[in-house]
């Protein structure tokens, strides 16, 4: 630390920032919490005009110490513009579609009011097509030839210390939905573009807090939330002791069983966050019922994989090495994946790639499968049944997570990740009404938290991004009179109860699929 | 006269042949490490020439997103697919032989002005639209001023100034063939061809390349179908994982 002893010496407003600070401070003081206010609601989803520079969030700046747990430099490198080129032209090389996508933009303008973060926040560079020509401009600059001879005048620029603080800044706005991939006519995916973003922010020693903290965590603890094995096994127990005092029966969250039929991996948030936990107590509910000997896993207790968000293969990876392990382990014939998105877009998607194949699993079930797969398939072959009626208090919406509907599917037809938990959630209950046709299925909006953006530091972004959702649920809330809105992600969860109060909503809107399920299952002895 | 717009048009077709394969060889090469496809999408291998379709021939993903932009989008790109057809009789001998395509050569004399009009169409959004304003850059206008010239030339040469055809045939033929003929120096045929080599070059370059990329696009040409089978490319297999579980973590609820 070469300038300790000058900002020492130096009073408070005339701090001297090093270069990693510029890059990861934000022009004005992050508002607290108290500070942040949403629009009002009218149930329009409305584009708006362009600003210049208003959204200048920027997550903290991750520390040394986890950025070394990570192997990656604990400071921003001295040689990091060298180094940084050096990594793109290897991101270049390992991925196909980041290659393309950074020459075939014609940027037509098709995406330019698709994302949420512009919708929210007005800024110019939250258009999908801008956020990735921070990235393009660096690349023709250094891997065009177009971009050498032109400069400036074919977009190109080089990449300075201003350029890496807006990277910073407006890769951290992008939750990596791929929304505006659905209505790119190429299919560029930003979220391919934010992911080789952070990679090589990190590769120079500009990490995130959050998602790098989430990945030590899990390295170190074994899930998110940093809940050791003792932990879990005791909050799996007085959630046991619950379930009984509520349904009078035995129902069990079996830990580590060995040679279980099931081994079921969720996010590590439904053990006890809210309303997360009522899907575990509709999961064991199904379970129990249906007879089925499963368990969870000490060593696989976490579905999510931050690896993902930062874009390193490596540490996704080794995350998701975890589920292998424990099949290793525990030697189940079947594998189920909870109430999570990017969880299960990297479980169905990735999996078989980076941990399969699974070759231990039983073929005739697929693999992995998911909790809404596996209820529905339960309840469709009679194996459970449900008392439609236990939900008539409740009027019902389904929000669809942006990694599910569009990064994964569930069951063997195409659309199954809109069908199948919307069956399911109809089986569940008397009265369900779907949210306005742009706004759902493949055209769902983030709940403006994935991505690794779901941390306090990003707040009012968060809030922001989740205008054009809230607009729509306010809609069918007004019209329907909707009071629950039924997710399938851990972040979706953790991000509506959080901005939901922001816009006027109760925190009871937001919930579960299998939260449903647990209270329409119907206990107790077979006919 | 002759000898410089040989030279010129091998060495523009040697630049956009050589430029073209060269980024077509790099997009086929480079890996594709995960499953990608953006869902939902065919499930069978036979699904994918079918979305492929639906987006190169109608523009599937943009009808969807903007019918204005895709209008505009529309009518330059069916009017240059008509205007390259029609110029095919400058490539080969007999062409009018060909059954079907008198369907083409029967709307040929719109090719140059529906080219004209989408391009039109096109330049106006990026004025007026903010978002599309933010977003341009000077190659971006410079891109759609050059197709508007080569049309406005295209047409201007053909059906007001009416340059002789056959010299034309006679010296483009001539190129294709390897027996450079006389060329037709008549002053709007040199501004549409010359304006035509300059595209032709700067073709491989730039965003032009979204023709042939956007076949090499993972999330439109890859199957949903990870779970049945295995996607395994070279550098990710070789990737190490190793977990180390920590057995004694510290207590932190």
Same mark, same amino acid.
């Given at each position: 630390m070469a300038n300790t002893e000058a900002t020492a010496t130096e009073t408070e407003e005339e701090k001297v920032l090093t270069d990693l600070e510029k890059v990861g401070e934000p022009r004005a003081p992050r508002k607290k919490p108290n500070e942040i206010n949403a629009e009002e609601l009218t149930g329009q989803i409305e584009t708006p005009k362009v600003q210049r520079d208003v959204a200048d969030h920027k997550p903290y700046l991750c520390k040394p110490k986890s950025m070394e747990k990570l192997g990656f430099p604990s400071e921003l490198r001295s040689d990091w513009h060298d180094a940084a080129i050096a990594k793109m032209g290897d991101l270049l090389k390992k991925y196909k579609a980041l290659q393309v996508y950074m020459d075939i933009?014609?940027?037509?303008? +098709?995406?330019?009011?698709?994302c949420h973060y512009f919708i929210g926040t007005q800024d110019g560079n939250n258009m999908p097509v801008a956020r990735a020509e921070l990235f393009r401009k660096v690349y023709r600059k250094y891997f065009t030839t177009e971009g050498k001879i032109l400069g400036k005048l074919a977009g190109a620029e080089r990449f300075d210390l201003d350029l890496l603080g807006e990277w910073y800044s407006y890769f951290h706005q992008c939750s990596q939905c791929r929304r505006c991939s659905v209505f790119c006519p190429y299919g560029i995916d930003t979220a391919e573009i934010s992911m080789a973003a952070r990679e090589i922010m990190d590769h120079i020693g500009v990490g995130q807090k959050y998602t790098n903290d989430i990945i030590v965590k899990v390295h170190e603890v074994g899930n998110n939330l940093g809940m050791n094995p003792k932990a879990l096994a005791a909050t799996l127990e007085s959630t046991e002791e619950d379930l009984e005092e509520e349904t009078g029966q035995k129902i069990r969250l079996p830990l580590d069983v060995e040679g279980a039929d099931v081994l079921m991996v969720t996010p590590s948030a439904d053990f006890f966050a809210s309303p997360h936990v009522e899907s575990l107590l509709g999961y064991a509910k199904v379970m129990h019922q249906a007879g089925i000997n499963w368990t969870f896993s000490s060593t696989a +207790?976490?579905?999510?994989?931050?690896g993902i968000f930062i874009g390193n293969y490596g540490q996704m990876q080794k995350v998701a090495s975890r589920v292998q392990k424990a099949i290793e382990e525990l030697r189940p014939k079947r594998l189920v994946v909870g109430e999570c998105g990017h969880a299960w877009r990297i479980a169905y998607s990735f999996w078989n790639t980076i941990i399969g194949p699974f070759g231990s699993l039983d073929p005739n079930y697929p693999r992995p499968q998911h909790i809404c797969e596996f209820t529905l398939d339960l309840y469709n072959r009679g194996a459970i049944k449900f008392d439609k009626s236990a939900n008539d208090d409740r009027v019902v919406t389904m929000h669809d997570s942006c990694n599910v509907a569009r990064g994964a599917r569930m069951g063997d037809q195409r659309g199954g990740q809109f069908t199948i938990p919307r069956e399911l959630i109809k089986a569940s209950c008397n009265r369900y009404v779907d949210m306005d046709q742009d706004t759902i299925m493949e055209k769902t909006f983030c709940c403006g938290g994935g991505g690794g953006l779901l941390t306090d530091d990003l707040l009012e972004l968060r809030v922001q991004g989740a205008l054009p959702r809230m607009q729509a649920l306010h809609k069918v809330r007004e019209t329907?009179?909707?009071?629950f809105m039924a997710c399938i992600c851990a972040i979706d969860k953790a991000q509506f109860t959080k901005v939901m109060p922001k816009y006027g909503i109760p925190l009871s809107v937001c919930g579960g699929v299998h939260q449903l399920v647990a209270s329409a299952i119907e206990l107790g002895a077979k006919e | 006269m002759t000898v410089l717009f040989v030279i010129l048009a091998y060495l523009a077709a040697t630049v956009f042949i050589v430029g073209l394969v060269a980024k077509v060889w790099k997009y086929a090469t480079t890996p594709a490490p995960l499953k990608i496809p953006q869902t939902p999408a065919p499930v069978t291998e036979t699904g994918v020439p079918g979305r492929m379709l639906s987006e190169v021939a109608v523009f599937k993903s943009l009808f969807k997103s903007n019918r204005v932009l895709w209008l505009a989008a529309y009518l330059f790109h069916i009017g240059l697919l008509l205007a390259v057809i029609k110029h095919f009789r400058f490539f080969f001998?007999?062409?009018?032989?060909?059954?079907?395509l008198s369907v083409f050569t029967t709307y040929e004399m719109y090719a140059g002005p529906i080219m004209a009009i989408g391009l039109l169409f096109l330049l106006m959004l990026r004025f007026v639209v903010d978002r599309h304003a933010y977003i341009s850059v000077m190659s971006d206008y410079f891109l759609l001023l050059l197709l508007v010239g080569i049309a406005v030339t295209g047409v201007i040469a053909k059906h007001f100034l009416r340059v002789d055809l056959v010299q034309v045939k006679t010296f483009v033929m001539g190129i294709v063939s390897f027996s450079p003929q006389a060329f037709p120096a008549e002053p709007i045929f040199i501004i549409h061809f010359s304006l035509v080599l300059l595209l032709l070059v700067y073709f491989p370059f730039s965003k032009l390349m979204h023709a042939a990329g956007l076949f090499f696009s993972p999330t439109r040409n890859q199957v949903d179908n990870p779970r049945e089978k295995r996607l395994v490319t070279p550098w990710a297999a070789e990737t190490p994982a190793q977990v180390e579980v920590v057995e004694e973590a510290p207590e932190t609820i």
């Open positions: 933009c014609v940027k037509c303008g +098709s995406c330019t009011d698709k +207790s976490e579905a999510g994989n931050f329907h009179g909707v009071n | 001998a007999g062409i009018a032989a060909v059954p079907g």
